[in-house]
């Protein structure tokens, strides 16, 4: 019943930036954490970025200073700005929220579907 649908993602040269979105809807009574990973081929999925409910925010080492999470509550969405990509930046980026589902009144983790985000040199 909930869903994220995740946008943004594209094909970029280094250097350049994109803005990844991606928006819950359905029966949500709250989100708490939400977080970008990505998972490039023959690699695991890794965290890239995570925020809290009170915007308390961790990235991983690779793209501090580069990209920046944030969210807005009032429409259950979580954002990634991605500036000064690299090559190695390649990957398919999915997003995760930790939502109470309001009918049940259980926390339950979802993923988006994934976007493919491909940074040329």
């Known amino acids: 019943q909930v869903q994220l649908v995740e946008s943004g993602g594209g094909l970029v040269q280094a250097g350049e930036s994109l803005r990844l979105s991606c928006a819950a809807s359905g029966s949500i009574s709250g989100i708490n954490a939400m977080g970008w990973y990505r998972q490039a081929p023959g690699k695991q999925r890794e965290l890239v970025a995570v925020?809290?409910?009170?915007?308390?925010?961790n990235y991983a080492d690779s793209v501090k200073g580069r990209f920046t999470i944030s969210r807005d509550n009032a429409k259950n969405t979580v954002y990634l700005q991605m500036n000064s990509l690299k090559p190695e930046d390649t990957a398919v980026y999915y997003c995760n929220a930790d939502v109470l589902q309001g009918a049940t009144m259980w926390w339950q983790a979802y993923w988006g579907q994934g976007t493919q985000v491909t940074v040329s040199s």
């Open positions: 925020i809290g409910s009170g915007g308390r925010t």
